[in-house]
């Protein structure tokens, strides 16, 4: 077998804390970084893995690196020679105004590129090129912002060479970019520092605060190291509509109108159901979901969609709602026929981790949420969570996040990291019509056109992360406790399958298509293997030991009137009072006086 590609980094003293996060961002991507470091007596390099023409290599190095080997007479030339002598991509970075000396950059790219400037215009914006798709993938194309001025600088003083390539912009200026020297491609980046992916990532944290730190160097690695690099192999988007009653309208939403507008625009929508409405749906409504499955499905919301209900932190309270949610789900497929999807929609957004505790332990497949931070303070999640399709921080139980429809960046941001593009709207939503989400729709198609719109159920079970390790030998991190394994080659392979678990997991066997397969435990989750044969497919199941489940018990009177009082209330409030200008504009009134007592 061929050695792993690996990310050779340079260095010429100790480790910078730059070098050793983007080391571990590259190991989190699955590529291995090797710090190699300059020898005594001008040798390069002391703890090289092997020789260099042996395995494919990228190599990376910081400007202070650089900078004290051209200093270094003994190094200068040699350094040049191994990194520009063999067909290999280079990134070089933390390029600031005050990083090394005058002359580094000129000679580093042959004097292509002269200097290193601080960002003059506050509230810049990044660019993304759409000439580079292979590097920038789904951000290809997107301006956002604003900048992170504490961090980025942007190059100038360039040549006009024909090789040069800016990548990402701010202020129509290079702050990541590539050139040809010799036979390599050099990346130059003006990042001061590297996201750490362990940092705590809290609730007033953004991806845009972190782009600078992070995109740039995911996107040298995947382009660089290519399917040897975590990636998720499809990417799924879909619509989730929040509450509505399954009739022929509830307030600005039309069934039939929406299935127009799919079938024009080609998506799909999740309608998340509170279980508690389990016996109003009507029956012409629910016929059109049988005969659309390609358009339409059913997810769980809630239970009753009281304030909060999910936010609680106490577990037996949140194992009944869990246990009764199905249940009456369960009913509303008996008395309509219409199947369900075991996906939870957390009502207002609000989830604890004993709520996530509570749906795994209720078999559901995953949940669904507008963030990933619990109600009560939790110091566990981290930017690596945010990194993946679906957080894992609650016992491994998958969170998938979703967007409103409003900032195209956002969800391609989403797409680049793997993750899929789920997009909420309530009813009034519609209330200026169904071009708005189309249009919407088409920016999300053109970001990445092979997406595949599915219901929640089918991206959950489908989604993953794979990485090759050799032509037949695959790797693949699965996030819910089914996935859908696919061999769509003409030879048999074998996939090594990992999965989160926390160590008090109670994992009691994993299947193939039904056939008990063996399986590791380790501290950090589960291992399996299967063999794979060409073009099959099958479904891989976790299976838990089954523990007594209490009995979902029925709310007393006291209870199903509060939640019948809020439930009529917000079906006047999406009915009648979102349809009116006058009724809200008079509510808005209300509630501003009220505020003021």
Same mark, same amino acid.
Request: hydrophobic share 40%; charged share 25%; net charge positive.
């Given at each position: 077998?061929?050695?792993?590609?690996?990310?050779?980094?340079?260095?010429?003293?100790?480790?910078?804390?730059?070098?050793?996060?983007?080391?571990?961002?590259?190991?989190f991507?699955?590529?291995?970084?090797?710090?190699?470091?300059?020898?005594?007596g001008?040798?390069?390099?002391?703890?090289?893995?092997?020789?260099?023409?042996?395995?494919?290599?990228?190599?990376?190095?910081s400007?202070?690196? $650089?900078?004290?080997?051209?200093?270094?007479?003994?190094l200068s030339?040699?350094?040049?020679?191994?990194?520009? @002598?063999?067909? +290999? @991509?280079?990134?070089?970075?933390?390029?600031?105004p005050?990083?090394? #000396?005058?002359?580094?950059?000129?000679?580093?790219?042959?004097?292509?590129?002269?200097a290193? /400037?601080?960002?003059?215009?506050?509230?810049?914006?990044?660019?993304?090129?759409?000439?580079?798709?292979?590097v920038c993938?789904?951000?290809?194309?997107i !301006?956002?912002?604003?900048?992170?001025?504490e961090?980025?600088?942007?190059?100038g003083?360039? /040549?006009d060479?024909?090789?040069?390539?800016?990548?990402?912009?701010?202020?129509?200026? #290079?702050?990541?970019?590539?050139?040809?020297?010799? #036979?390599?491609?050099?990346?130059?980046?003006?990042?001061?520092?590297?996201?750490?992916?362990?940092?705590?990532?809290?609730?007033?944290?953004?991806?845009?605060r972190?782009?600078?730190?992070l995109?740039?160097?995911?996107?040298f690695?995947?382009?660089?190291?290519?399917?040897s690099?975590?990636?998720?192999?499809?990417?799924f988007?879909?619509?989730?509509?929040?509450?509505?009653?399954?009739?022929?309208?509830?307030?600005?939403?039309?069934?039939?109108?929406?299935l127009?507008?799919?079938?024009?625009?080609?998506?799909? @929508?999740?309608?998340?159901?509170?279980?508690?409405?389990?016996?109003r749906?009507?029956?012409?409504?629910?016929?059109?979901?049988?005969?659309?499955?390609?358009?339409?499905?059913l997810c769980?919301?809630?239970?009753?969609h009281?304030?909060?209900?999910?936010?609680?932190?106490r577990?037996?309270?949140?194992?009944?709602?869990?246990?009764?949610?199905?249940?009456r789900?369960?009913?509303?497929?008996?008395?309509?026929?219409?199947?369900?999807?075991?996906?939870?929609?957390?009502?207002?957004?609000?989830?604890s981790?004993?709520?996530m505790?509570? $749906?795994?332990?209720?078999r559901?497949?995953?949940?669904?949420?507008?963030?990933?931070?619990?109600?009560?303070?939790?110091?566990?999640?981290?930017?690596?969570?945010?990194?993946?399709?679906?957080?894992?921080?609650?016992?491994?139980?998958?969170?998938?996040?979703?967007?409103?429809?409003?900032?195209?960046? /956002?969800?391609a941001?989403?797409?680049?990291?793997?993750?899929?593009?789920?997009?909420?709207?309530?009813?009034?939503?519609?209330?200026?019509?169904?071009?708005?989400?189309?249009?919407?729709?088409?920016?999300?198609?053109?970001?990445?056109?092979?997406?595949?719109?599915?219901?929640?159920?089918?991206?959950?079970t489908e989604?993953?992360?794979?990485?090759?390790?050799?032509?037949?030998?695959?790797?693949?991190?699965?996030?819910?406790?089914?996935?859908?394994?696919?061999?769509?080659?003409?030879?048999?392979?074998?996939?090594?399958?990992?999965?989160?678990?926390p160590a008090?997991s !109670?994992?009691?066997?994993?299947?193939?298509?039904g056939?008990?397969?063996?399986f590791?435990?380790?501290?950090?989750?589960?291992?399996? @293997?299967?063999?794979?044969? #060409?073009?099959?497919?099958?479904?891989?199941?976790?299976?838990?030991?089954?523990?007594?489940l209490?009995? +979902?018990?029925?709310?007393g009177?006291?209870?199903?009137?509060?939640?019948?009082?809020?439930?009529?209330? /917000?079906?006047?409030?999406?009915?009648?009072?979102?349809?009116?200008?006058l009724?809200?504009?008079?509510l808005?009134?209300?509630?501003?006086?009220?505020?003021?007592?």
């Open positions: 077998m061929a050695p792993r590609p690996q990310v050779l980094v340079l260095g010429s003293g100790p480790a910078s804390q730059a070098d050793l996060r983007f080391m571990k961002l590259a190991r991507y699955g590529i291995p970084a090797v710090r190699v470091q300059a020898a005594e001008g040798e390069l390099w002391e703890g090289r893995p092997a020789p260099l023409p042996s395995i494919r290599y990228a190599v990376a190095a400007a202070e690196t $650089l900078a004290a080997l051209m200093g270094n007479p003994d030339a040699k350094v040049v020679e191994l990194l520009f @002598s063999r067909p +290999a @991509s280079v990134l070089a970075y933390g390029f600031t005050g990083a090394g #000396p005058q002359k580094l950059l000129p000679w580093l790219t042959a004097g292509k590129i002269q290193v /400037s601080p960002i003059d215009v506050e509230g810049g914006r990044y660019e993304v090129t759409n000439d580079s798709p292979s993938q789904q951000m290809s194309g !301006t956002f912002g604003p900048t992170l001025q961090n980025d600088s942007v190059f003083g360039r /040549s060479d024909p090789s040069i390539l800016d990548l990402i912009t701010i202020q129509k200026k #290079p702050f990541f970019m590539s050139l040809m020297r010799g #036979p390599c491609r050099l990346y130059l980046l003006a990042s001061k520092d590297v996201a750490d992916i362990d940092e705590y990532w809290g609730p007033s944290q953004t991806w845009e972190v782009f600078s730190r995109a740039p160097y995911v996107m690695l995947r382009h660089v190291m290519g399917d690099c975590w990636h998720a192999p499809k990417r988007a879909s619509l989730v509509i929040d509450d509505p009653l399954l009739k022929d309208t509830y307030g600005a939403l039309s069934y039939a109108r929406l127009k507008e799919m079938d024009r625009r080609d998506f799909f @929508s999740n309608i998340a159901f509170i279980p508690v409405n389990y016996r749906s009507r029956r012409a409504t629910t016929e059109l979901f049988l005969r659309r499955p390609d358009r339409f499905a769980i919301h809630g239970c009753d009281t304030k909060a209900e999910f936010g609680d932190s577990f037996d309270i949140l194992n009944e709602k869990a246990g009764r949610a199905i249940l789900m369960q009913r509303h497929e008996t008395l309509t026929g219409l199947p369900f999807e075991k996906v939870m929609v957390f009502p207002q957004g609000l989830f981790s004993e709520a505790r509570a $749906l795994k332990r209720n559901y497949l995953a949940a669904v949420n507008t963030h990933g931070h619990p109600t009560h303070p939790f110091a566990g999640l981290r930017l690596s969570h945010l990194l993946e399709p679906a957080v894992t921080a609650y016992e491994g139980f998958p969170l998938f996040l979703r967007r409103t429809p409003e900032n195209i960046a /956002s969800f941001f989403d797409l680049f990291l793997g993750k899929p593009a789920l997009i909420v709207v309530h009813q009034d939503y519609f209330r200026k019509g169904y071009d708005g989400l189309g249009d919407f729709i088409q920016k999300i198609h053109s970001v990445d056109p092979g997406l595949c719109w599915k219901s929640l159920k089918r991206i959950v989604t993953c992360l794979v990485r090759r390790e050799a032509p037949n030998i695959h790797h693949v991190r699965a996030y819910a406790s089914f996935l859908v394994l696919e061999n769509h080659a003409k030879e048999a392979a074998t996939i090594h399958i990992s999965k989160d678990e008090e !109670t994992v009691a066997g994993v299947l193939f298509s056939v008990p397969v063996p590791q435990r380790e501290p950090e989750g589960i291992y399996a @293997s299967i063999e794979l044969g #060409p073009d099959v497919s099958g479904g891989l199941e976790i299976i838990y030991e089954d523990r007594l209490r009995a +979902a018990r029925q709310p009177p006291f209870h199903a009137a509060r939640v019948w009082t809020r439930r009529l209330l /917000s079906e006047i409030r999406d009915e009648h009072v979102s349809q009116s200008s009724l809200r504009y008079v808005a009134r209300i509630r501003k006086a009220a505020d003021r007592r």
